[in-house]
């Protein structure tokens, strides 16, 4: 068993611990992704071995992946991703070498191009050298490999007394087999193949002599997988990029489409739903949106129902993939390691070393106070989306199990509370889970157990919800029962967490009942489910919309008064955009649509300096004329929650809402993003039927109008 250090369970202290080589500028760095899969390499396609690597099922089994022509590295001349994020191309020039002969090739005589894709665990590059000098050359390209086989949270920083076994590479005339037994039992291996034998090879390296006449190409295909390949070369790689480009494009059909007069704004409304797609496996259950590259790629509870919920209008068959997925891993008995209780929802899933052997209790987590109301208010707005009882009846047995465990955490004090179970667990179960997010105004640390401000309101959404699903099931008194807790919910949350000095909610009431009297962005999810009296609500959405919470990017996610104020800081003083677009729903819910559409502004600016990438967090510093928003050194880039950020402003902007119980569309006081004078939504669905949805500019107003019915008519109702 390791020392479990709880600061390296600690996200912002974790990530932060990596080694001084780690890449520090994550829109600069290019992730890949294929079901349980992933690689992340800088824009020359390096892997050096800090926070980057070709990592299977929670484990690096490529650490290092080198590139050297001539035996230096090269000059970059620019990295891309395609747009459907199954290629990642980088375009390189020699610097000054010399040939095997010995003679000088001048720098940019040769263009080396590498195009790498993941298709069925398998990594694919072609290395194209292409020579535009007068001379034929013979040169020497090297490629640099190992595996560490480290568990990601080793890389993330966990340190462990005992590792398993590195075996010595096996080498063949053009393969090298890198293995490892793990203390779990299971033997994890990695072989690097090529499509030609090398002219020297050993444990970590292949050298090539490649000759390549003027103004030709010679190109090499390298493979890396569980098993050697046969023999790569241009027709396998061919093959896996069509397959792979092909399941790409299916999982970005499901759902409508959105297209407006913005070119720029589509490229950013594309980027982010490839990046959707991208993230997104096909489990057993249905798809499934994994949170984030290169931390969080599995299957998070929160993130998860986040993302259902910010796609649910363009594509509802996510948020089914998401309930029926932690339906089916509901937790059912109690376990104080796993911080699990009957009904509870998953947290978070590893598939790691380290969480087999039970080093940590990540394999299958439930220490998330959130994720369980968060799950049945997500069931209820697909019911109300879609329409579809029959697929809410197979789920009614766990909503029930997940209401009754919401009950039971709410019995002692009337808040659902979190205090972790066991010392090897989360200490903050919200979605600031950082050490030192939930505090005093004067930087106590509050002791539990912590009923936090928004997961309060979440349960009042699911309860509210689970009145509507039992009247439409005939339960009637089961309706009137949930109508009352939702109630007492929302006249509790007024009572003890309204702050009148501040005229705000106060973040958290800790175990002995005091008031963290902080103002955070969690009150702004208060708004999103619509609990707060109207004059309250406005007092919250003036100062969200202040400078104090606005940096002119997005919202912080702490005021700037506040006593651990940072824009550094993971989660005190950053902005996430997930919690920018939640709390912008919440500020269109009360009326402040014409806010929203500057909400959204400031975030499509801001993706536009991430090369249309909304990473997981930047930092909170306040906008400056002519300058780009702060990155966070090692966020998640692609995070699924910040993509989807983009599609649930731009629902709250449209102010559309579709009601799949009676198959009508409503839109209430539409608007546009700034720069925009139309936008269609192209095969939105509406119970059984799929329309066509156009809001154009005329004057200073929107109006929208069903641009075709492709499967009978839809009722549209607009309110102006």
Known sequence: MMELDERKLDPAVALASLDETAPREPHRLFALKQGDCFVVADAYGEIRGAGDGFFRDDTRVLSEFRLTVGGRQMSLLGASLSQDNVLFTSNLTNLPIQSAAGRDIPQGAIHIERVRLIWQDRLFERITLSNYSREHSTITVSLHFAADFRDMFEVRGSTRQKRGTVHVARTDKASVLLGYDGLDGLPRQSAVSFSQAPDQLNNNRADFLVAVTKRSSKVLYVEVGPEVADTPGRDRFRAAAARARFGMRAKRRHGATLRSSGRVFNDWVERARADVALLTTELATGPYPYAGIPWFSTAFGRDGVISGLQMLWLNPGLARGVLAFLAEHQATETSPFSDSQPGKIMHETR???????????????????????????????????????????????????????????????????????????????????????????????????????????????????????????????????????????????????????????????????????????????????????????????????????????????????AVFFNPMSYHNGSIWPHDTALCGVGLARYGERESVVRLMSGTFEAAVHFNMRLPELFCGFTRAPGEAPIAYPVACLPQAWSAGSAFMLMQACLGLEIDGWEGELHVTRPRLPIGIDTLTLRHLSVGDKSVDLTFQRVGDRVVAFLSDRHEGMVPLIVRT
């Open 351 to 561: 598939k790691g070393e380290m969480a087999a052997l039970r080093e940590l209790p990540f394999g299958r987590y439930y220490g998330g106070v959130d994720t369980t109301p968060l799950y049945i208010h997500l069931a209820c707005a697909y019911a109300e989306r879609t329409g579809d009882m029959a697929f809410i009846d197979t789920l009614w047995p766990s909503l029930k199990a997940a209401a009754e465990w919401t009950e039971e955490a709410s019995r002692a004090t009337g808040f659902v509370t979190y205090q972790r179970a066991a010392e090897s667990g989360l200490a903050n179960q919200g979605w600031k889970d950082s050490i030192d997010s939930v505090f005093h105004a004067d930087g106590r640390i509050p002791k539990g157990p912590i009923a936090l401000v928004e997961v309060q309101g979440y349960v009042f959404a699911a309860y509210r919800g689970l009145a509507a699903l039992a009247r439409r099931r005939g339960e009637f008194a089961e309706a009137e029962h949930w109508e009352n807790r939702a109630e007492q919910m929302r006249l509790a949350v007024e009572r003890d967490f309204w702050m009148d000095d501040l005229n705000f909610y106060a973040l958290a009431i800790d175990g002995a009942g005091e008031p963290c009297k902080v103002r955070t962005s969690n009150a702004g999810h208060l708004l999103f489910v619509g609990l707060p009296q109207p004059e309250r609500a406005k007092m919250v959405a003036d100062q969200l919309l202040s400078a104090s919470f606005h940096s002119g990017w997005g919202l912080r996610t702490l005021a700037d008064d």
